[in-house]
């Protein structure tokens, strides 16, 4: 009798640890679903989008510029030294233009907003909660998730894909730095084979995948933020760090694992 | 017999193992206030928030004007929610926002209202709470004297029909408190809102509600005018108004 309790009990603790993720997937869904209709419900939050493509896109800029060109550096150097084995080095350019617009910009970009929006995000949103401003919101009859979520969310589609672009074209300047003015390769060849290899498709494919991201970012960091309260291993501020970690890694993963997928579908 | 604005009929709410409302019955009317007195941490602010929809009850029904809440369409719901306004007991001020944004907020959401309309009811509110001059501060500079001023300010800015104040003088000086209760006083008077009001200062509170609700062990152990509160001769109650500890009374005999 005691044996099939510990059986039953057992099943059931695998049955809620399987259960359990599929629940939040659902909660996410549905939080992002109520988020992008409320883009559009009307009166549009304008005022608030531009503000926060201002703090996403604008603020972003200078880290995405930096991390772009020391990226698109160390791919001029690597893939310097691996083509000039098979006599290859005038691909340089190609392979760096194909690197960055394919797979390293819109991830690199992602993360890098990830790091300094989505974290922010999070803790802002995960404070407005503990702080009882998100039932001030709802007491006022007004829609939390239209008024905190939709416009980070707009802003985030807005400029993830132009991050995105900032991002690559420094990387190819990047690359240009360490392959032709430090390593000799000729600058006009370097820009021929850029011109030459890179077709609409790979810009197109980098944009949509730069779209995903933002919808994933934006939705991940802010779930976490909103949902804070009702973390079980943490409460008050505790509850706010663990929040944006959890944003924080859970959108990093998420991007990866999203790139992967797309990858195999835009190939 | 008028039918109750708002009526809990046997309301239960538990927080995990922790029973806080077991069976609460209570009737709040129309252009009346009612102060919800009770030892601190007994569920007052739980009891509040059941009305205004942050909470919803494990068992029993709140009914607005004789109808279950529980039983109303979604645009039932938000036309009744629109009818009320809530001063939070921990301000819930938005920290990123400026005193005049935090009062202008419920307005500036509404969408319909001009421009011009809304800055003249939010600083005509700002005055009569004399909180001018830090229009432009953020909440995090001001004092929690001021901060409760400015919460009253956001909750009574929109004109509600019926106002839930969690604790909003607790904190104040004696000069300010006064203000502050007079102000609801008068604005009672003038609009005819319906209050609901959480509050230990009695007996300040005698003087601007019409009726008293007490809060004790999960129920409501009393319901009625000011007059028959303090002419109660339950001890529960009397021990309450008069601040008196039961374990010292139960002590007192024995120490002469």
Do not use: W
Not at chain 1, 47 to 57: A, H, L, R
Not at chain 1, 58 to 63: A, E, H, I, Q
Not at chain 1, 195 to 224: H, P, Y
């Amino acid at each position: 009798m005691a044996q099939s309790i510990t059986i039953t009990n057992m099943l059931a603790g695998l049955g809620r640890m399987a259960i359990s993720p599929v629940q939040e997937l659902g909660r996410v869904a549905i939080f992002f679903f109520r988020g992008a209709i409320h883009l559009f419900s009307l009166p549009l939050q304008a005022d608030k989008i531009i503000d926060q493509v201002y703090f996403i896109g604008m603020k972003s800029v200078f880290v995405i510029c930096l991390t772009g060109a020391f990226t698109g550096m160390v791919l001029g150097l690597q893939g310097y030294y691996t083509l000039v084995k098979f006599g290859s080095e005038g691909l340089l350019g190609a392979a760096v233009a194909l690197s960055l617009i394919r797979e390293m910009g819109p991830v690199l970009a992602a993360i890098m907003v990830v790091a300094r929006a989505g974290s922010a995000m999070a803790a802002e949103i995960g404070i407005m909660r503990i702080s009882e401003q998100i039932d001030a919101l709802e007491t006022m009859d007004i829609n939390p998730v239209r008024f905190l979520f939709s416009p980070r969310l707009g802003a985030a589609l807005i400029s993830f894909p132009f991050l995105t672009a900032i991002f690559d074209v420094v990387g190819i300047i990047g690359g240009y730095v360490t392959g032709s003015l430090l390593l000799g390769i000729n600058s006009g060849l370097y820009f021929s084979r850029v011109e030459s290899s890179v077709l609409m498709e790979d810009i197109n494919g980098g944009f949509a995948k730069s779209f995903c991201f933002a919808a994933i970012v934006a939705t991940i960091c802010c779930f976490q933020g909103y949902t804070t309260h009702l973390r079980k291993e943490g409460f008050g501020a505790k509850g706010v760090s663990l929040s944006t970690t959890s944003a924080v890694v859970l959108s990093c993963v998420m991007i990866l694992v999203a790139d992967y997928v797309l990858t195999s579908f835009l190939l | 017999m008028t039918v109750p604005l708002i009526e809990f009929n046997q309301v239960f709410k538990h927080f995990g193992d922790n029973a806080v409302l077991k069976g609460v019955d209570l009737s709040i009317y129309q252009g009346q206030v009612t102060a919800i007195i009770g030892k601190s941490g007994i569920g007052k602010s739980v009891l509040l928030k059941h009305i205004i929809g942050l909470l919803e009850p494990d068992a029993g029904e709140i009914l607005f004007q004789g109808k279950a809440i529980s039983t109303m369409t979604a645009a039932e719901r938000k036309a009744v929610k629109m009818k009320f306004s809530y001063m939070f007991q921990g301000t819930a001020l938005f920290d990123s926002m400026s005193v005049y944004e935090n009062v202008a907020l419920p307005l500036k959401e509404k969408g319909r209202i001009p421009f011009r309309e809304i800055e003249s009811r939010v600083r005509d509110k700002l005055a009569q709470l004399d909180l001018v001059g830090i229009e432009d501060k953020y909440p995090s500079q001001l004092s929690g004297g001021m901060k409760k001023r400015v919460a009253m300010a956001r909750a009574l800015v929109t004109d509600p029909e019926i106002v839930l104040f969690d604790e909003p003088t607790t904190g104040l000086d004696p000069i300010r408190k006064n203000a502050a209760h007079a102000m609801i006083a008068e604005y009672q008077k003038t609009f005819g809102f319906t209050g609901v009001m959480v509050s230990h200062e009695i007996p300040d509170v005698f003087y601007i509600s019409q009726r008293i609700a007490m809060l004790d062990q999960g129920r409501i152990v009393f319901q009625g005018s000011c007059e028959e509160i303090q002419n109660s001769t339950e001890p529960v109650i009397r021990q309450f108004i008069r601040g008196q500890n039961p374990e010292s009374i139960k002590a007192a005999p024995s120490e002469r």
